[in-house]
């Protein structure tokens, strides 16, 4: 049963323009919601996080932004760069444990 | 400061052999997990220790899958006998206890085929 759900396995985007990534989630008493970016060959690296009593965290060109009623979470890149390119997974902390529990990823491409 | 070493960084094994991964967590990190990623997937958690004890281990297929942290720093994890469904990579990410996020962090990973 998969708690964390990215429904686009993957998003084009022009180089300069916003790249919007989302995620939905099923499970209430998920806390913590963390994005992690992953290169070809590479482990995924943390990106950014948002605790679940707040509804937006913004650390440079990355914002995400947290709707509890509606169960979803977004990652918003402004402006895009190439360098961005890679997939992007959404996971989720349970209050009752401390394992992540990851979506399918999005693929990003950013083009020139 | 050194990130999360694995070994190896690939590995090829006929079904029913048996393999073994290593995992070296970046020095201070108290809390290490192993994660499976098959392709297509994201990462599933397997086993995570808090210094050498277990933590959570529900999703570890007992019957042929086993992990040990003996001295609360470097993990192994074993597959012994390997089956096809096993072809994935191998996660090895540890986190500090005092951090006040929850990120963890990986490694590159083993990759794993079984033919």
């Known amino acids: 049963d998969q708690q964390v759900k990215q429904n686009s396995p993957s998003l084009s985007v022009q180089e300069g323009r916003i790249s919007i990534l989302n995620c939905d989630y099923t499970?209430?008493?998920?806390?913590?919601f963390l994005w992690y970016k992953k290169y070809p060959a590479e482990g995924p690296t943390f990106l950014i996080s948002?605790?679940?009593?707040?509804d937006k965290n913004e650390d440079g060109r990355f914002t995400v932004f947290l709707n509890k009623s509606a169960k979803h979470l977004s990652l918003h890149i402004v402006p895009s760069q190439p360098g961005d390119s890679a997939v992007y997974f959404c996971?989720?902390?349970?209050?009752?444990?401390?394992?992540?529990?990851f979506g399918k990823g999005t693929s990003l491409l950013v083009t020139p | 400061e050194a990130g999360v070493a694995q070994s190896p960084r690939y590995k090829i094994i006929e079904k029913r052999q048996s393999v073994a991964f290593w995992c070296n967590p970046i020095?201070?990190?108290?809390?290490l997990y192993w994660y499976q990623q098959i392709l297509g997937q994201g990462p599933k958690l397997l086993i995570q220790f808090q210094n050498n004890g277990v933590v959570d281990d529900s999703q570890l297929p007992k019957d042929r899958f086993s992990a040990e942290r003996l001295k609360g720093v470097d993990s192994t994890l074993k597959i012994q006998p390997a089956k096809l469904e096993d072809s994935a990579v191998y996660l090895c990410?540890?986190?500090?206890?005092?951090?006040?996020?929850?990120?963890?962090?990986f490694g590159p990973g083993t990759r794993l085929t079984v033919t």
């Open positions: 990410a540890s986190r500090h206890l005092a951090a006040s996020s929850y990120e963890q962090y």
């Open positions: 020095s201070g990190h108290a809390t």
């Open positions: 948002i605790s679940s009593i707040k």
């Open positions: 499970n209430s008493m998920f806390d913590y």
């Open positions: 996971a989720a902390r349970s209050n009752s444990g401390y394992a992540l529990n």
